[in-house]
């Protein structure tokens, strides 16, 4: 569970996040009935929290430990009964998903009670014992570890913003990668992170482009240009390392560059970020390549006061079967909710993802519970609705402005990507 700074402020404004401590002094004893630390919450946390909310991991406080749990008693009894954590946002009725860390209602429920008499520790010898967490990189040391040539400065309040750098592997060789990890220097200061790749030619037009800003970057108008071909995973806050299927890995040919897309927000404080992208790569050529294909609209147009409109984005039909392992929603400020199905061509359809409660802060990759296997001649459909009205608390403008598609956080998309293989003839010059 991990709790990004504006959302705690959120909740404390809504009055949902209790003063954890109040009451609780000290160790308390259970009351007869009453669940424990050690034998029933314990069992929940060290299995769904945290891997994110441990010492070395991104969120703002740990839960390793009784007296750690013991602060947080109040928030976390509020947070799990809302479904607010562990993130999950997907509607778990259309599409299916592996690893979905949502809290059943009896985890729910022993948290609630734990919470509401007194969080009582129980004995401490019966308690799990934690899960280890390796400092660092979740994955091992990687291959190759890539970052932004210069570090960026955060002001301590402000919009979220964009910032792009273009980064040269110096790959000589045709390189497989099976597995993507991500380091933000800083906790809270980066909202997401897209390594996308990009040919040497393009490499070479972007560098023609003066710099925006003094780390090294530009604004994403300034390179929209620039044409990117693939997309090394994907990271936002609380996401696991991006592992590619078995029998599966992203290709970088020689020359090739990375331009990383980085969205980052505010803590209240100054700060300095630095991110680092690990690469894992693979001894042998995989099976298939992965690749990322996009389906989004430019025809966003949000007058202001508007609480209630639809977008809509339809995809190419698909040249080859194609198998999909895993999707990205994307949304703005304004997004209210979005789903996207696959339409075969047979003409009955095939649901991918529904999202009923867009949240900005949550932006999830979903992996399909098992691979979707989709014939030549089908489609993506995509819609989203949007609110931009003074009631939304997200809209960026006071008082609503018009609104329309592009790259900045105060713009909207409705852009979906599919982590999927294309079955295309076998090319015997396959990089080996």
């Known amino acids: 569970m991990i709790y990004p700074l504006g959302m705690i402020r959120r909740l404390l404004l809504a009055g949902t996040c209790a003063i ?14 009453a669940p424990t ?13 945290v891997s994110c909310h441990s010492e070395s991991r991104v969120a703002p406080f740990t839960l390793v430990g009784y007296e750690n749990a013991r602060k947080h008693a109040a928030t976390i009894a509020s947070v799990t009964s809302t479904n607010f954590m ?42 799990p014992e934690p899960p280890k967490i390796t400092p660092g ?75 925006d800003h003094e780390d090294n970057s530009w604004d994403q108008r300034s390179i929209e240009p620039i044409e990117t071909y693939n997309t090394l995973g994907f990271w936002s806050t609380g996401a696991p ?9 992203f290709l970088i040919n020689p020359g090739d560059c990375i331009l990383m897309d980085m969205h980052y927000k505010t803590t209240g404080k100054p700060e300095v970020e630095q991110t680092q992208v690990g690469l894992y790569f693979s001894s042998e050529p995989p099976k298939d390549e992965m690749n990322v294909h996009v389906v989004a609209s430019d025809s966003i147009y949000l007058e202001p006061g508007q609480r209630d409109v639809r977008v809509f984005a339809l995809g190419n039909k698909t040249k080859h079967p194609t198998t999909i392992y895993a999707v990205w929603p994307h949304m703005h400020y304004l997004g209210r909710t979005f789903k996207a199905w696959v339409k075969y061509p047979a003409g009955y359809s095939k ?82």
Not at 186 to 206: F, Y
């Open 20 to 33: 954890a401590t109040i009451g609780m002094s000290g160790p308390q004893r259970a009351a007869p009935s």
């Open 37 to 49: 630390f050690s034998k029933d919450v314990a069992p929940i946390l060290y299995k769904r929290c």
């Open 86 to 127: 562990p993130p999950w946002k997907a509607n778990p009725h259309y599409g299916e998903f592996k690893d979905i860390p949502v809290l059943t209602p009896q985890e729910k429920s022993i948290i609630a009670k734990w919470a509401a008499t007194g969080a009582p520790e129980g004995d401490p010898k019966s308690a």
């Open 137 to 211: 990189w979740r994955l091992g040391q990687p291959d190759m570890v890539i970052a932004p040539e210069k570090p960026t400065k955060i002001s301590a309040e402000g919009v979220d913003f964009y910032r792009d750098y273009l980064i040269d592997p110096h790959i000589t060789k045709p390189t497989w990668v099976r597995a993507v990890d991500f380091r933000p220097s800083q906790k809270g200061t980066v909202h997401h992170v897209i390594p996308s790749l990009v040919k040497k030619e393009e490499a070479e037009k972007c560098r023609k482009i003066k710099f």
């Open 241 to 249: 390392p991006f592992e590619s299927p078995q029998g599966t890995a």
């Open 351 to 432: 649901p991918l993802v529904c999202i009923n409660d867009w949240d900005p802060d949550w932006q999830l990759l979903y992996y399909l519970k098992k691979p979707l296997e989709i014939p030549a001649g089908s489609r993506i459909y995509v819609t989203g609705t949007y609110d931009n009205s003074a009631g939304n608390p997200r809209n960026p403008y006071s008082p609503p402005r018009v609104v329309d598609a592009g790259p900045s956080s105060k713009d909207e998309m409705l852009f979906f990507e599919l982590f999927q293989v294309v079955h295309k003839p076998k090319d015997k010059d396959k990089p080996k």
